[in-house]
């Protein structure tokens, strides 16, 4: 990049940055909706099954647990599973297919600021995870009943994990050297950690030696800080946890500004 076109960077007026980023923003929101039968659809389906099998069929022999119904147990969880899922997947799809047809170059060499590329594309993938999270609790709403008992709680766990969880799908796609590596941190570490966060049980039911190897796992603290907002209800400190996310979103966006301005693992 020439100094000039640094100089240029370094001088773009909010305006201009606020169009840079509505543009990036605006892109991701309609490549989500135009393929909405692979972004929005299958993981509906997955979580009706979910509350199908596990709430209704295996909810009614569980009876309650954590003071509720198992059915009103789980819902916060497969919530929050949708979103970790959709937010992550959104990103890293969306950044490594402009890696890999280099039109993310376009973009590097352009005076656009790496703070509104960065920003355009996780918002992208928060607009995925929390349009999943609306539609599932949509759907959990014609099998159990739901509330809010702590509205900040809620929403800030809300977006704090997208927000995590689209950073870590960024940084992944940055690695990446082929579709393949996009898969592997889905397959071999979010879905054991998601589902050996607490969806589908209370810590209280571990024995004393899992319950402490349980608190290791990072989704634990944020499915029971989104269940406490929810159901009032949670197996940790819900303070401790909203800290946990703020201050690990902090850490996952300096690194993926850092390797956004080093460029070098962002070209195939």
């Keep these: ?17 606020w169009i840079a980023f509505r543009t990036i923003w605006f892109k991701e929101i309609r490549r989500i909706l135009r393929i909405w039968p692979q972004t929005l659809l299958p993981p509906v389906i997955t979580m009706s099954l979910y509350f199908v099998i596990f709430g209704k069929m295996i909810g009614s022999r569980v009876g309650e647990m954590g003071g509720v119904p198992y059915m009103q147990f789980i819902v916060p969880g497969l919530i929050m599973m949708s979103i970790i899922t959709n937010s992550y997947s959104n990103v890293v799809s969306s950044f490594f297919s402009a890696k890999f047809t280099a039109s ?8 656009v600021s790496k703070h509104a590329i960065l920003m355009g594309y996780i918002s992208g993938g928060i607009f995925r995870g ?16 739901l509330g809010i008992e702590h509205l900040f709680v809620t929403i800030f766990t809300v977006l704090g994990t997208s927000i995590l969880f689209s950073l870590g799908g960024f940084i992944n796609a940055v690695f990446a050297r082929s579709f393949d590596d996009i898969s592997i941190i889905p397959s071999f570490v979010l879905t054991p950690l998601t589902y050996l966060g607490g969806v589908f049980y209370s810590l209280e039911n571990l024995s004393p030696f899992w319950q402490n190897i ?11 800080a989104f269940r406490y907002g929810i159901l009032g209800y949670s197996d940790v400190n819900v303070w401790y946890s ?13 690194i993926a500004y850092r390797l956004l301005s080093n460029g070098s693992r962002v070209r195939l």
Excluded: R
């Design 130 to 145: 929390l349009a999943i999270g609306v539609i599932v609790s949509i759907v959990a709403l014609f099998f159990t009943d």
């Design 242 to 254: 909203m800290v946990a996310i703020f201050v690990f979103c902090a850490i996952f966006y300096t």
């Design 1 to 17: 990049m020439s100094q000039e076109m640094i100089d240029h960077n370094k001088t773009m007026s909010w305006s201009k940055k």
């Design 104 to 111: 993310i170059e376009e973009l590097l060499v352009s005076p």
């Design 214 to 224: 349980s608190l290791l796992n990072p989704i634990v603290y944020m499915v029971n």
